[in-house]
């Protein structure tokens, strides 16, 4: 994954990058506006993080035109935490996430996988496991052995798309918590349950063989019912 960071604080940008090397991503640091622009129009990255206050063009100039040249990838915007208009005006420029500084390190980095994780664009329109189809389009949920289908609301079909595409995987209520909100906040963590209860009554109401199998103190895993 290859990460640019236009930051002109050196104290910033040199922790942060250090950060995300640890992190195994790939970064590119750049501490002037124009050249970032420079950057984002000639090379491609998987993620771009954008200071506000930047010498030479701010970070929501640079969002703007580089919206305006069809560069779609994911931006997340460095704010100062009592500029509410930069938030604004970051999200109306086209950035699709922001951070407030001073921000922890483990934010940013749940913000980055929520990131890269919607740009990621879906293979197949249709996910299976046993006698289970997905559709990713209509969120109907199948059951082939009897034909029975139900429609999923939006978090259930997150959780299960979760599943789906992380097969014999299990999956920790943290996981599945930045899933479902799309950012890592542990007031959130106590409502997995119910949603996953939600999803498991899906999966009988259709009749489904496979079912969401809670591994005390490790996670949840979804696996075919043992008759
Ligand atoms: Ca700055």
């Avoid at 590119?28 to 990255?45: N, Q, R, S, T, Y």
């Avoid at 999200?91 to 001073?102: M, Q, V």
Wanted: glycine share 4%; charged share 30%; proline share 2%.
């Amino acid at each position: 994954m290859r990460i640019l960071l236009v930051e002109d604080e050196s104290r910033m940008s040199d922790a942060l990058s250090e950060l995300l090397r640890l992190e195994a991503y790939d970064v590119v640091v750049c501490d002037d506006g124009i050249a970032g622009l420079a950057l984002i129009l000639d090379e491609v990255f998987d993620i771009i993080i954008l200071d506000v206050m930047l010498p030479g063009m701010s970070g929501l100039e640079i969002t703007e035109r580089a919206r305006k040249h069809q560069i779609k990838t994911p931006i997340l915007m460095l704010t100062a935490r009592t500029e509410l208009d930069d938030k604004v005006r970051g999200l109306d420029s086209g950035a699709d996430d922001y951070l407030a500084k001073p921000f922890e390190t483990r934010e940013l980095l749940a913000r980055l996988r929520a990131l890269l994780r919607r740009n990621e664009a879906p293979t197949e329109d249709i996910l299976k496991f046993c006698d289970i189809e997905l559709n990713l389009n209509t969120f109907l949920l199948v059951c082939t052995t009897n034909s029975l289908f139900v429609r999923l609301s939006d978090k259930e079909f997150r959780i299960l798309e979760y599943f789906l595409s992380n097969q014999k995987q299990i999956l920790t209520r943290e996981q599945l918590a930045v899933r479902i909100w799309g950012y890592e906040h542990e007031s959130e963590y106590n409502k997995v349950e119910v949603y996953l209860t939600f999803t498991r009554k899906k999966l009988q109401y259709i009749g489904a063989s496979v079912e969401i199998k809670a591994l005390r103190g490790i996670g949840y895993e979804l696996r075919k019912i043992n008759v």
